[in-house]
């Protein structure tokens, strides 16, 4: 469809022809790095270009592409001969100038840390107008594809070649500039994603005709439909690769950067950005930033375990993991028991799409802790690992789903003992009335989806569902060191579905509460700052629930959240007799209940949401 749609758009220019006028037949030399450099040496004259000096890294130059008597040239930086992962990457210059030399520093640097790299030229606008140089950057991804020293492939660029990597990333699947190549992922450079955007510089003729102008042939009035068709944002579909961003403080250079993002999250595609802040649009090309830049490429590309293809299990690529890796997961249902154990750290687990990815077993914590000492092995997920993030999966405790009735269990562990308080304690609850050598299994009873012991902290959830059929889906579980971020999450479960303790901050996300004792939880005791954050949540339930309860000292903060009309009139409530240090913290900024607010969740703070973010909560402790 969208090669059709390039054909009738080529038939429509012939009817009013592009202006060909900037076609000069002359390189445009305006833009080098040291142009560049002088720019921003006038802001800043400690600074200095990048170089990178490497004994190990051999470069081979060769022909892509010709067209008459014109040849176009790649160079490949390598330091190996056998098949490595491999960046193509287009240079910048507003689509008329710029070389691809600019960027030798860049390849030499990531051909040592194992990657085959090529710079790639391609027609600028001083020689053909726009679609020439997207033909050609197609062409040099079929030429690096057919080669046989090419692991997974990359497409990456700055500035014009950053909007070029966005598209090609985003077209690959629709064969718009000619049979497309599978790509493993996109950085995109400081490109633009949008030629039509508010954010969006380009099309202003008004002092002297701009670079997009000079690309097309033509204004964005006049040429609106090829604009549109020529920006990435149009293309986003469900099979498209992952993309990482790395942008300068001038946010018009990232035009459409953060609405692409939202329409990638749509099809839990993972994308990731990275502002080096105040920095000039030419950051790539200087001292200051190019290792953070080598570093952060580097962490995108670097080579991911796959789990239903290399692995067949998630737990087989868990064991062989090493901190910096990502641990990719093929969409399919794994039935099993994920142990995350305190030696790995640092690590990403992403999954091919949030409904597509699920992760299923069927436990109830009670029948684990009859035969066992603690809770690790309790839940779906289990973690004593630190600094881990999840985002695109499903995690699934179907054991109250499947259940047809309580049972009673031989249970010798921790059997027949009642509590002497009702303070909240990790040892196995016990109900009054239950004999010596027995336990009660409730079908509603503690479920974890995932269940984080002490020494997890640093853990991140994102576009993930999260769902039990009993309480405490969601437990991570660190009282003294514990941080957790949770961003477009849907919770549900039972009693104290999302039950944090420490620090935690949960973003945009949706908890749906099956039981009437409580949605949330929180357990603050270990520092009397701790809390836990809930901003632009939603919350649905069974008629009746009630949003919150703690046993310990807590302190919870909602803003801007909202609730459906079944919620209870219950405000947050203590939950047994301990006696509390830090009395009752429970405050509320504008949120609202569906068909009227009860008087108890009125503002109650003058904190501002803006100001609860996440470098507040966490500080230095925890920086993303």
């Given at each position: 469809?969208?090669?059709?749609?390039?054909?009738?758009?080529?038939?429509?220019?012939?009817?009013?022809?592009?202006?060909?006028?900037?076609?000069?037949?002359?390189?445009?030399?305006?833009?080098?790095?040291?142009?560049?450099?002088?720019?921003?040496?006038?802001?800043?004259?400690?600074?200095?270009?990048?170089?990178?000096?490497?004994?190990?890294?051999?470069?081979?130059?060769?022909?892509?592409?010709?067209?008459?008597?014109?040849?176009?040239?790649?160079d490949e930086y390598s330091i190996s001969?056998?098949?490595?992962?491999?960046?193509?990457?287009?240079?910048?210059?507003?689509?008329?100038?710029?070389?691809?030399?600019?960027h030798i520093p860049l390849a030499k640097?990531?051909?040592?840390?194992?990657?085959?790299?090529?710079?790639?030229?391609?027609?600028?606008?001083?020689?053909?107008?726009?679609?020439?140089?997207?033909?050609?950057a197609q062409a040099a991804l079929q030429?690096?594809?057919?080669?046989?020293?090419?692991?997974?492939?990359?497409?990456?660029?700055?500035?014009?070649?950053?909007?070029?990597?966005?598209?090609?990333?985003?077209?690959?699947?629709?064969?718009?500039?000619?049979?497309?190549?599978?790509?493993?992922?996109?950085?995109?450079?400081?490109?633009?994603?949008?030629?039509?955007?508010?954010?969006?510089?380009?099309?202003?003729?008004?002092?002297?005709?701009?670079?997009?102008?000079?690309?097309?042939?033509?204004?964005?009035?006049?040429?609106?439909?090829?604009?549109?068709?020529?920006?990435?944002?149009?293309?986003?579909?469900?099979?498209?690769?992952?993309?990482?961003?790395?942008?300068?403080?001038?946010?018009?250079?990232?035009?459409?950067?953060?609405?692409?993002?939202?329409?990638?999250?749509?099809?839990?595609?993972?994308?990731?950005?990275?502002?080096?802040?105040?920095?000039?649009?030419?950051?790539?090309?200087?001292?200051?930033?190019?290792?953070?830049?080598?570093?952060?490429?580097?962490?995108?590309?670097?080579?991911?375990?796959?789990?239903?293809?290399?692995?067949?299990?998630?737990?087989?690529?868990?064991?062989?993991?090493?901190?910096?890796?990502?641990?990719?997961?093929?969409?399919?249902?794994?039935?099993?028991?994920?142990?995350?154990?305190?030696?790995?750290?640092?690590?990403?687990?992403?999954?091919?799409?949030?409904?597509?990815?699920?992760?299923?077993?069927?436990?109830?914590?009670?029948?684990?802790?009859?035969?066992?000492?603690?809770?690790?092995?309790?839940?779906?997920?289990?973690?004593?690992?630190?600094?881990?993030?999840?985002?695109?999966?499903?995690?699934?405790?179907?054991?109250?789903?499947?259940?047809?009735?309580?049972?009673?269990?031989?249970?010798?562990?921790?059997?027949?003992?009642?509590?002497?308080?009702?303070?909240?304690?990790?040892?196995?609850?016990?109900?009054?009335?239950?004999?010596?050598?027995?336990?009660?299994?409730?079908?509603?009873?503690?479920?974890?989806?995932?269940?984080?012991?002490?020494?997890?902290?640093?853990?991140?959830?994102?576009?993930?569902?999260?769902?039990?059929?009993?309480?405490?889906?969601?437990?991570?579980?660190?009282?003294?060191?514990?941080?957790?971020?949770?961003?477009?999450?849907?919770?549900?479960?039972?009693?104290?579905?999302?039950?944090?303790?420490?620090?935690?901050?949960?973003?945009?996300?949706?908890?749906?509460?099956?039981?009437?004792?409580?949605?949330?939880?929180?357990?603050?005791?270990?520092?009397?700052?701790?809390?836990?954050?809930?901003?632009?949540?939603?919350?649905?339930?069974?008629?009746?629930?009630?949003?919150?309860?703690?046993?310990?000292?807590?302190?919870?903060?909602?803003?801007?959240?909202?609730?459906?009309?079944?919620?209870?009139?219950?405000?947050?409530?203590?939950?047994?007799?301990?006696?509390?240090?830090?009395?009752?913290?429970?405050?509320?900024?504008?949120?609202?209940?569906?068909?009227?607010?009860?008087?108890?969740?009125?503002?109650?703070?003058?904190?501002?949401?803006?100001?609860?973010?996440?470098?507040?909560?966490?500080?230095?402790?925890?920086?993303?």
């Amino acid at each position: 469809m969208r090669k059709l749609l390039l054909l009738f758009l080529l038939s429509c220019w012939s009817l009013q022809a592009q202006d060909k006028s900037g076609i000069t037949g002359k390189p445009d030399t305006s833009f080098t790095n040291y142009s560049a450099l002088r720019m921003v040496s006038k802001q800043d004259p400690t600074i200095r270009l990048a170089e990178y000096q490497s004994s190990k890294c051999k470069v081979q130059s060769s022909v892509y592409k010709v067209i008459g008597a014109r040849k176009l040239m790649v160079d490949e930086y390598s330091i190996s001969s056998r098949k490595l992962p491999t960046l193509v990457f287009f240079h910048g210059g507003g689509w008329r100038t710029g070389h691809r030399s600019q960027h030798i520093p860049l390849a030499k640097a990531l051909a040592d840390r194992g990657y085959r790299v090529f710079l790639v030229e391609y027609r600028l606008s001083t020689e053909a107008l726009y679609p020439a140089a997207m033909l050609d950057a197609q062409a040099a991804l079929q030429w690096v594809a057919k080669r046989k020293n090419v692991g997974e492939i990359y497409v990456g660029g700055y500035s014009a070649g950053g909007q070029m990597a966005a598209l090609l990333g985003s077209v690959q699947d629709e064969n718009t500039y000619g049979k497309g190549v599978k790509l493993a992922g996109v950085i995109d450079v400081d490109g633009i994603l949008a030629f039509i955007h508010p954010e969006s510089g380009e099309g202003d003729d008004s002092k002297r005709t701009s670079a997009a102008t000079l690309y097309f042939g033509y204004n964005k009035v006049a040429g609106e439909a090829i604009w549109k068709e020529a920006s990435a944002l149009g293309h986003v579909t469900k099979g498209d690769p992952p993309v990482l961003f790395l942008n300068s403080g001038d946010d018009r250079m990232h035009a459409g950067r953060d609405d692409f993002m939202r329409k990638m999250a749509t099809f839990g595609i993972h994308t990731e950005y990275y502002t080096f802040e105040k920095s000039h649009h030419t950051f790539v090309l200087m001292n200051r930033y190019i290792d953070q830049v080598v570093n952060r490429m580097d962490r995108f590309m670097k080579k991911r375990l796959v789990v239903g293809t290399e692995f067949k299990t998630i737990q087989s690529a868990v064991d062989v993991a090493r901190p910096g890796q990502e641990i990719y997961i093929k969409n399919g249902v794994y039935r099993e028991k994920i142990f995350v154990d305190s030696l790995k750290h640092h690590l990403r687990f992403v999954g091919e799409s949030r409904a597509g990815v699920v992760i299923q077993e069927t436990i109830a914590r009670d029948i684990w802790r009859c035969s066992n000492p603690d809770d690790y092995g309790a839940g779906v997920l289990n973690v004593k690992g630190h600094d881990l993030s999840f985002s695109n999966l499903t995690i699934m405790n179907d054991y109250g789903f499947n259940a047809k009735s309580d049972v009673t269990i031989p249970c010798l562990n921790e059997a027949g003992k009642e509590t002497t308080t009702t303070v909240q304690k990790y040892a196995l609850p016990r109900e009054k009335g239950e004999k010596e050598g027995e336990k009660i299994v409730r079908v509603d009873g503690h479920q974890f989806a995932v269940r984080t012991m002490p020494g997890a902290t640093r853990l991140s959830f994102e576009h993930c569902t999260l769902r039990s059929g009993g309480g405490d889906t969601m437990s991570p579980w660190d009282v003294n060191t514990g941080m957790y971020y949770l961003n477009d999450c849907l919770i549900e479960g039972g009693v104290d579905l999302y039950c944090p303790r420490g620090y935690a901050l949960a973003e945009n996300c949706t908890f749906v509460c099956h039981n009437l004792s409580a949605a949330i939880w929180h357990d603050g005791s270990g520092d009397e700052q701790a809390k836990t954050v809930l901003k632009n949540c939603r919350f649905i339930g069974d008629p009746g629930y009630k949003l919150g309860r703690y046993h310990r000292e807590a302190q919870f903060y909602l803003f801007n959240c909202s609730f459906d009309k079944n919620m209870a009139d219950a405000p947050i409530y203590q939950s047994g007799d301990r006696v509390l240090n830090w009395g009752h913290r429970v405050y509320y900024s504008e949120s609202h209940r569906d068909g009227g607010d009860f008087a108890w969740h009125k503002n109650n703070t003058k904190i501002k949401a803006t100001e609860m973010t996440f470098q507040t909560i966490f500080g230095e402790k925890w920086k993303k």
